[in-house]
Structures are given as C-alpha cells and as structure tokens.
DNA sequence: TGCATCACTGTAAACGATTACAGCGCGTCG
DNA sequence: CGACGCGCTGTAATCGTTTACAGTGATGCA
C-alpha cells in the first residue's frame, strides 16, 4: 500500500500522532478531527493492520483448524464463529489438515506465527507439539468435539443431547411406548447414542436394529414385526427413516417413526410431519464464540461446556402405542 | 510472544542479521547456522508474522469472501483452494456477508486492512465500494461464479458444463433417444441448463417438466407417460430423480434416467447404478488457486477462465431407446 | 496577577523483523 | 606484491503504526 498515516497527517496539517489519535477516537478537536476525515477520504488510506499488529501485539484474528473441514459440520460452525466474532472486529484464519495430524501440528504452528488472538481446534486429535507454545506464548485455545482427554487443560466445547433425548423420551413414554427400535449403524452417531440411553433410564425396552446395507430398509422393516413383544416406535437417522416409509411403512398407523435429523436442514421433515431430534451446529460455535471473548476479556472459561446442541420437534409422526403393547409392558 | 530475533542472536552468538539469514537460507556459515538452529529449539523461538509483514510487505494471508457461504459449494472451495495454497506457505482468511451486499463492502475493506496478498470473491454481487480500493493496492482480486458482468475487469472463474452435456447427449443420442423429459425446478440449476441446451442442439425433442411440491414425483412420472411422443429417457436433479424412483419407475427398463448429481458425494449414485453428472466444484477452487499464484507470479489470468466443473458417468440406469421411440423421431 | 488545571498537540521511542551497505580475513591471479 | 573477488558477518535504516511524555495556550480560581 501507499498512502500512510504519516501522509494523512501531512496533508490534514497535524501530526501523525494526533492523527492516529483522530482515527482511534482518542481526545482530538472538532476541527482536527474534521481535517483528518476528510484526508483520509480525499487520499484513500487504509489502515496497515500488520503495523498497528505488531506495534499493539495484537492481530484482530484468530485461527479456526479443522482435523477435517468436509463435513456438513464445518460449514455451520464456521458461520456461527464468524457471525459472532465479526461483529468484534474479529477475522478467521481457516485451514483443514485433512486427517493427517503431522499436518494439524504444522498448521497450528503456522497460525502461531501469524500471531492469531485466540484459536479453536476442531476434533483435534492428540496434542501435537504446537500446543505447549500456546500455552507459552498465553494464546488461549479452545477445543470443539475433541474425544476425551485429547487436549487435556484446554476448555473443550462439546455437544450434549441430553435435554433433547429426554424431553423426546418423556413424549414416547406418554404415548404409552414401552419398546422402541433403534437403527444404529456401524458408525454410532452421539445422538442417537444419547436417545438409546434416555431411553433406557427411563425403563422403555430398546431393541437395536443394524441397517443392512444390502437388504435395505424393507429388510429392516419386516425385522421390526418380527419383535417380541412387538415395537411400537422407531428410532432412525435421517436416510433409515427415509428409506423405511419408501418401504411402506405408514406412520403414525403403524409405527411411531422419530428422525434424527442431518445438520441443518429440518424442512424437509417438517413438511412430511415427521418428529425429529434436530441437530444445530450453531450452537456450538455461538457457544465456543461467546466463551472465547470473555477469556479474552479475561475470565477464562470453565474445562467443560456442555451445549444443548439438537432440538426435540414433536410432530404427527408420533401416534399413541397401541394397547397391544400396552398389555405387552 | 517474548523471545524475539534479537534473543536467538544473542543465545547464538552471532547478529540479529545473521540469525534471520540462517532462518531465511541465506548464505552463512555452517557452525552459526547450527548455533541459531540451536538457539531457537531451546527457546522455543516462534517468528512474528507481523513483523515480517510490516517490513516485506507480504502477508501470505489470501482472502476468502463468499457473498453467501451455507451451501455445500463453501466447503469444497475452501478445502480445494486452501490444499493448493498451503502448500505455498498461504493462509486463508475466510468470511461470509450473509447474503447482506454492505457486508460485503465492509468485509472486502477490512481484509484490505488486513493486508491480504490476494483475494478471491465468490458469488459477488456488484462492485462496491472497496474493489476500486483493491486495484490502486494493486492487489490481486479473483471472482469465482460471479454473474455476468458484476465485477467487470477482474478474472473471473466460471463453471462450465458443456462438455460433459456434450457427453451426455452423445451417450444418449447413440442409444437412440430423440425426446428427452427434464425435471426443471423454479431455480434452474446452471448443469440442468447447460444438458437441456446440449440436447437442443444435438436435435434431441425436450420436454420440460415442473416437480409440483406437492403431487410430487409419482405425478411427474404420471405425466411423462402421457407425453407424446413419448419421452424416452428423463434428466432430472439427484432429489428428484429419487423420487422418481420412489414412485416406482424402473430404469432403465421403463425409462432412461440421468441424474444431475449434488455437488461432492456420488457414491450412492454408484452403487446404485444411476448414470450422473457429478457436479466437482474442487475443479474450481484448484483453477483459482493456481491462477492466482501465477498471477502473483508475475502474469495475469485471462478475463475469464472456464472450468469443467462436472464428469458424465454413464452407468446402467441408461438403456437403448424402445424401438416405439425411434419410429415416432 | 500568579498558579494549577485542562484540553489538546507534537516529538520520539518503541514493536520485531528484513536487508542495503560496508567491513573483514583470506585465497587467487596477474 | 598488490589488487581483486569471495564468503561471511555486523551496523543500522526501515516498514507504519501506537503511545508515553512533555509542551502549549487557554481558563479558573485565589
């Protein structure tokens, strides 16, 4: 860039400093002040942020890392992130290490030297040796899903489906729903994890069922008859729900069916009446947001933040249990 | 940060101008080399971007402004452009205007603070107030998917999916199709576009058809049967084309079916045999990073850069037109 | 009138790196 | 033998801000 503070100043007839001074609104006179607006727009300057950054240590940026950016989650927390922290004056540094921790460790490094304010790790894995430089260096860190005891010391953000699982427990229970069928793929997904134990504590019997990739959902559904005593609610991500009503089965009539939904996008299901544990990312990165600018404003967070990240939508897809079953429990 | 330059040098025994020589590569001599190397593992000595910023004035930060960043194409551009640009040494500043023109602005200004070395515009929508900034920086700017003529005179990286229509209707067109139905939904997705137009040119009939909200697709599938002369194969978007086969179509004993992929995944496609065009939008952010790190090498990008953004997978949901076809073209 | 107070302003020293320049010792070559 | 080139090194200027400090003139108050 070309045009400096010094020449601002310069052509406003005051000194750099005041004119420094002018822009931070610090105590400057009407006229002065006045002046220097007027050179700044008349010159086009642009403040050189990489001065004020090193003079004031501080960079106005923080880092946002990725153990692996492609899923539906990144999108979403990236913008909550940026919404809240925008607002501050705050931009993201972003980078995925694309599953390869050697690549986390280098990345983290590489934002220690563009001297970010604060930095959030996505689902890190292990602790790598860029973290104890932070800890020197006191830029705060913040982990967001990280398994465990990954970054140990570090306030973790994580995402709790307790309240959702309950209020959708206590819905069924009401219904008179006294065994439910859970489709609980290989991969176990923390909300439905979660609604298996809600249900569970609450005494309702829990039968799991695995998505055979092969024989489908219609598989899955002539299974679910076949229990005894049999179920009068199902449990399902979003495309074994899906999949069991392309196969016919008629909700409520037949089955309770209650969908977890995918991130983000409820409509669909809202439109086909189908109740949903609706799963908000959101959340998480207003929570992660929120907490880092007060440690910012100096009390650090607490080890452990809990957020209630899914919402219980009770829909037309829930019916009441049939007495059958009533007779059955 | 507390350890500094001048503190390596120290440690090390030798000037601060040799310590950043020996960081830099620069020519010194092998035992100072090794001492500084030295000096900087045991202090733990992390260099200030800032700094060397201020002085070189490059930042290695590109910026990242999407006019609207919650759609899947966000995710694929930022992983593909940050691979590419990492490797470089670059880091990405990301933002979104949330749909919000001023934003935009204020967004595209404070990057220009930030002293961006480049940055990328997708989706931008009118010029603003800071392009014209940019260029008396004389700071690269790039757009990706603008419209038509918002930011006259930057390069602009555009998808193009006319050779893989090309493909497509030449697949279909050597199986004797010679009318075609297309799902085509108030927001016309620019690859349904570009097939319905390769068709057209190729001689090929198309009829276009509504996916109504409400009847769904099993109304649709009624409705390309009453067609005549009857529609030998249908184009449709990845959600309709699986209503389609909800409802109960058979390919491609019944009907030839074409499915307009979603950005990313395919897999499911596959498995299931249904021929795609698989929307690739990684193409782009590769064509953009690479141009611009040319452009930032000394020579600008041509105005406009087309990039193939979709493969044509034929697979087994295409079959030979019924003879009937052929007679009625 | 004299002195403290006040609002404002300017001078100059940082911040932490890069790099032009000059100096040094030493080997080579005419 | 002197000039030169070469490889390495240190000194110091520089990048564009912020900000401590001191100075200015005007004002209030005794």
Redesign the pocket.
């Known amino acids: 860039?070309r045009v400096?503070?010094?020449q601002v100043a310069a052509r406003a007839g005051?000194?750099?400093?005041?004119a420094?001074?002018a822009?931070?609104g610090l105590?400057?006179?009407a006229?002065?002040r006045e002046r220097v607006r007027q050179a700044v727009a008349e010159l086009g300057?642009v403040?050189?942020e990489a001065?004020?950054a090193?003079?004031?240590?501080r960079t106005l940026t923080m880092g946002l890392l990725f153990f692996d950016l492609r899923n539906n989650l990144g999108i979403e927390l990236i913008d909550a992130l940026s919404e809240t922290l925008e607002a501050e004056g705050y931009s993201l540094l972003v980078a995925s290490a694309r599953a390869d921790r050697r690549r986390y460790d280098v990345l983290m490094r590489r934002f220690l030297e563009r001297r970010v304010d604060a930095l959030f790790c996505i689902n890190p894995r292990g602790e790598g040796e860029a973290l104890p430089l932070y800890r020197e260096a006191g830029t705060p860190v913040i982990a967001l899903f990280a398994a465990g005891s990954a970054f140990a010391g570090l306030p973790l953000i994580a995402p709790s489906f307790s309240a959702s699982a309950g209020m959708l427990t206590a819905d069924l229970v009401a219904l008179g729903h006294r065994h439910v069928a859970i489709v609980l793929p290989e991969v176990k997904s923390p909300p439905l994890l979660a609604v298996a134990e809600a249900l569970k504590a609450a005494g309702v019997a829990v039968s799991t069922i695995e998505p055979s990739e092969a024989g489908g959902m219609s598989e899955a559904a002539a299974r679910i008859g076949r229990l005894t005593p049999r179920a009068t609610a199902i449990v399902a991500a979003h495309v074994h729900a899906r999949g069991l009503l392309a196969a016919g089965v008629r909700a409520p009539e037949q089955l309770s069916v209650v969908v977890i939904g995918e991130v983000g996008v409820d409509a669909r299901n809202r439109k086909r009446g189908l109740a949903s544990l609706v799963i908000d990312p959101q959340r998480m990165g207003k929570a992660a947001a929120g907490a880092m600018l007060t440690w910012l404003a100096g009390t650090r967070p607490p080890d452990r933040i809990a957020v209630q990240a899914a919402t219980w939508e009770p829909r037309s897809s829930l019916g009441a249990a049939p007495l059958r079953a009533e007779t059955a429990a």
Request: zero cysteines.
């Open positions: 860039m400096t503070l010094h005051v000194s750099i400093a005041t420094s001074r822009l931070n105590s400057v006179s006229p002065a300057y403040a050189n001065a004020r090193l003079r004031s240590d």
